[in-house]
Structure formats: C-alpha cells, structure tokens
C-alpha cells in the first residue's frame, strides 16, 4: 500500500511545486518581451514613418525658439526653432540604421575570423586569438573615434567604425563556441559519414553557435546605439540636419534649464530602444532555445 | 582482394608516446572482426585510423588500405569521398553522436541524400523507410523528434540508420551498446547482426566486452596498451586464452553472458 502510494504523492509534489513557479517564470518572460516588442516596435514603427513623413521639415526654423509642446510643436521646438519631435523621429531612423548596420558589420567580419580561428589549431590560431584581444583592449567607443577622426564623421563612417571595433568581441566569442561545437562527437559523426567541412559548419556548426552569438550580437545591438549616440554627442555622427539623438542631446545641453524637455525626449526615446531591445533578447532567447524549454 | 588491409599501424601522441603500436589485421568483404581491449587499449584509435580521422595532434604512421587506398598520410580531400561510401560508424553514445538541434529526420536526409541522390518526396519516403528498417515504431514521429526526445535505444537505432544510409561496405561500431541497458543492447545488437548479414556488409566491432563481441564476429583481435596481444576465433579465446589478459576478459564474457541469457529471458515472455 505505502509502495503504492509513495510514487503518487512525489509526483503531487513535484507537479505542486514545480509548475506554478515555472510558470511564474515564464510569465515574467513573456511580460519582458511584451514590454520589449511594444518598445522597440514603437520606435522601429516611428523611424519606418520617418521615411514616408514628417510633421515638418528638420531644417524648417520658421517655429518659435524653444517653444514649450503644443498643438502645431508636439514636443515643441529647439533653439533654432526646429521642431524637436521631427528630429527624435529622424533619431530613432539613424538609431536603428547605426545600431543594426554596426551589428551587421560586426557579425560579417567577427564570425567568419572566429570560425577560422576556430578552425585553424596551432600558431595561427594563436596569432588570431591575440589580435582580437589586443583589438579588445581598446574601448569600442575609442577605436571608432580614431576611424571617424581618419574617415570624417558621417553615418555610414560611425556605423562601420563601431562595427569595426566590434567585430573582435564578435571573433572571440564564436571562436570560442565553434571550438565547443567542434568538440562534439556529432561533429566527428558527420566526418565519418564523409561530410564535407562545408556542410558540416552549415549544418551543425552554424545552427549550434547561433544560439549564444545571436544573443551577444542582439546585446551589442544596444552597445552600438549607445556608442553612436556618443559620438554624434560629441559631434562625430550623422551631420545635421539628420541629426541623431546624441547630437539632440548634446545641443539641448545650453538649454536644459530653461527648455528640459529637448534633452529629456531624446534621452527617453534613447533608454527606451537600449532597454526594450534587451528585454527582447531576454524573452526572445528563452522561446528560441528548445533545449531549455 | 581484401576490403580493409592495415599492416604495422602506429599511432604517436604530441608528446611521442605510442599509442597503437604495430597492429596489423585484414578484413574480407562481409568479414566481421571483433576489437577487444580494456579503455585506452587504443582499440578506438585503431578504428578511427581506418578512415583517417584520429583526434587532433595524433599521428598514423604504418599503412591502412581501404578499398584498395592507402589512407595513412593521404589528404583530407581524398578522404572525404572514402567516408561513408566505403566505411562508416556507429559510436557509443548516440546522444552526443546526434545534433541536437537538428530534427532527426533532417539529419538522416542529409547522408541519404549524398550517397543515394534522393531529393524532395522520394527523400522523405527514403528517410521514412531508413527509419522502418531499423525497427522503429512510428517513424513520422521520430523523424520529427529531436535526440533528446526519444529514448536511448532509439537513438542508437537512428544512428544505425544513418550508418548503413551511405551503404558502406564496411561498418565499424564503436562500443555501440555499452551505453544501452542489458535489455536494450541485445535487441539493438541483434538488430545490427540481420542488418549487415542482409547487406553483406563487412563489420569492425569494438568492445570492451567479449561476450558482446562473441555474439557479433567470430574472430576477434584482443588489444592492450596499443598492442595486439592475441588473435584468433573466439570460441578459441573463451576456451583456452593464450595471454593472462585474454583470459580475464574471457571470464567477463560468462558473467555478461549470464546477464544477457537473464535479461532475454525476462524479455521473453511478453
């Protein structure tokens, strides 16, 4: 009787306690990515809008200087009378193109080294392996201001500098994973069965490193944001009038007293992109990978 | 002409220490020959030497011929084509010898694909078929499981599956049931025996268990720290081992016997 009955209540507890906190969990996770797709998609959704229409030219200085919001100004206006909520639009346009271009640029050349590295045993790898830490130990935000002091500050020369520097950090880390992954006794199967190098990084190498590089690649997403919004702060970025919130922030700087709300505006739609990619990331990762689910 | 000719194979660590030491055998097409030898015996190294793809930092030296190809020092380019078509394996543990991303059926596609030039529908009623010749029960479901879904027996048939996909003329299975329990290795072993006595296909069998290998081959090469310590039928071996070594596994094989005669017996009536 007691045999019987033991099996039964470890199951009772296990299912009592197991789930509810399991899905307590899954409920933050869910509200994380809520809270990240409304974020990044209204943002995304603004900077898509951008492109098709404004409510005023960026370089209309018709407006009134540092007019407070109202009907005409929805956000007001800056300085020079332009109207400030057209230009975090346009921000949000040069945030998303720097912060993707610079990842884009990063993963075509970090993955492709760090798979060679990973590849390559022996010197080469060695030699590679040192370079990137040498690339690493220069902050991303000092290597790119080198190449756009070099290049001359335009977005295309901001977006290729940050994934520049970025593209170590990227190297590294799928070396190290491709080097897991190569490990692997499914690796040496796929060998056996007389699989090309070629299929096998496609196949297996691919699929399996993509899981913990895309969430670094999505992570540095939010470093490249912020990085290009610190240079253009410093006057490196896109030149106006396409100007990015960095720059915003840093021409409401004379005036934050008087008119808070030209540096508080990009400086919220800034956080608010940082923040809801990484929340994203964060409920994305645990739908796409099924072994932890 | 043999199928597989390996004579005075030597395999050298980085740090020059031999680790298979002079070991020569030949295998005749649809010959079967057990490797037997405890854990670092190099019986493993032997076997992944057959196909040039020993760990890396080893070094073969000797001469293994495949087919009628020299493999030792032949280039990687050569030995891809060899792979699969002429010889393939199965290894110990199936969960790590799966991608565990990749859905089962996808992954049997790919060697069938290769080595047999299905595509579109005739492929997936080939996968299916694949799946149904190693006697699994539903093979749609499995096709679109992934390894960690279905039971250690099943991977281990899904591997045996993608083994023969190539059609390879020599099968080496590498410990292929030590991971199974006692029920489960004597259905898989006797699942592997219909299949390569139905193909003709010649097999390398590598165990550490004698009793396993008796059931499989019946000649068998006993290895011990990387050298060939005795050869001959295996009857022969359990009746009258020449070597001390020998004769311990000799006496392994009756305690496995008797645990594998339990187990069937226990199967058995259901």
Redesign the interface.
């Known amino acids: 009787m007691t045999g019987a009955n033991r099996p039964a209540t470890s199951a009772e507890t296990t299912r009592d306690g197991a789930v509810p906190s399991g899905g307590r969990a899954r409920n933050r996770r869910s509200l994380a990515l809520i809270v990240g797709l409304v974020l990044v998609g209204a943002i995304a959704l603004v900077a898509l809008l951008s492109i098709f229409w404004l409510p005023f030219d960026p370089s209309d200085t018709t407006g009134g200087r540092l007019e407070g919001p109202g009907l005409a100004h929805w956000l007001g206006t800056d300085r020079l009378g332009r109207d400030l909520f057209t230009q975090v639009m346009i921000g949000a346009r040069i945030a998303l193109v720097a912060g993707i271009g610079a990842v884009g640029v990063g993963a075509a050349i970090g993955m492709p080294v760090g798979l060679s590295a990973a590849f390559a045993?022996g010197w080469v790898d060695d030699t590679m392996s040192a370079a990137m830490d040498i690339l690493i130990a220069f902050p991303v935000l000092l290597l790119a201001m080198l190449i756009v002091a070099v290049q001359g500050a335009s977005l295309a020369t901001v977006t290729v500098a940050i994934g520049l520097s970025m593209s170590a950090i990227v190297a590294r880390l799928t070396r190290v994973v491709a080097k897991r992954v190569l490990a692997?006794?499914?690796i040496?199967?796929?060998?056996?069965?007389?699989?090309?190098w070629l299929?096998i990084v496609r196949?297996?190498v691919l699929?399996?490193i993509w899981p913990t590089v895309s969430v670094n690649l999505a992570s540095q997403f939010g470093v490249a944001v912020l990085a290009e919004a610190s240079l253009s702060y410093l006057g490196l970025g896109a030149p106006p009038p396409n100007s990015s919130w960095g720059r915003l922030l840093q021409e409401a700087q004379s005036t934050v007293v008087t008119a808070p709300l030209g540096a508080v505006a990009p400086g919220i739609a800034l956080v608010a992109l940082v923040i809801g990619v990484n929340l994203l990331i964060d409920g994305l990762r645990d739908i796409a990978d099924?072994?932890q689910n | 002409m043999n199928l597989l000719e390996v004579s005075s194979l030597r395999v050298m660590s980085p740090d020059g220490v031999y680790r298979v030491r002079d070991v020569s055998f030949t295998v005749a097409p649809g010959e079967r020959l057990g490797l037997i030898g405890e854990s670092g015996s190099g019986k493993s190294l032997t076997a992944f030497a057959v196909i040039g793809l020993l760990p890396a930092g080893l070094q073969a030296t000797g001469s293994v011929m495949l087919g009628g190809t020299e493999v030792v020092g032949a280039p990687e380019k050569s030995l891809v084509p060899m792979r699969g078509r002429l010889c393939s394996f199965i290894f110990q543990e199936p969960l790590t010898a799966l991608d565990p991303l990749m859905r089962l059926g996808r992954q049997l596609a790919e060697p069938i694909a290769r080595h047999q030039g299905h595509r579109g529908s005739a492929l997936k009623r080939a996968v299916l078929d694949a799946l149904d010749e190693v006697h699994l029960p539903e093979p749609e479901r499995i096709a679109n499981s992934r390894s960690y879904e279905i039971s250690g027996g099943q991977r281990q048939r899904v591997a045996i599956a993608m083994a023969l996909a190539c059609r390879p003329k020599l099968l080496i299975a590498d410990e292929p049931t030590t991971a199974l329990d006692v029920t489960v290795q004597a259905e898989v072993l006797a699942l592997l025996d219909h299949l390569v006595g139905d193909r003709d296909m010649a097999m390398i069998f590598v165990s550490h268990d004698l009793a396993v290998v008796s059931r499989m081959t019946d000649q068998a090469l006993v290895m011990r720290s990387g050298e060939a310590v005795e050869k001959g039928s295996i009857p022969n071996l359990l009746a009258s081992p020449q070597h001390p070594y020998t004769a311990e596994f000799a006496a392994g094989a009756r305690r496995t016997e008797a645990a594998f005669a339990a187990a069937l017996a226990q199967a058995r009536p259901e």
């Open positions: 045993a692997q006794q499914y040496t199967a796929a060998r056996t069965s007389g699989t090309s299929s196949q297996h699929p399996n099924p072994i």
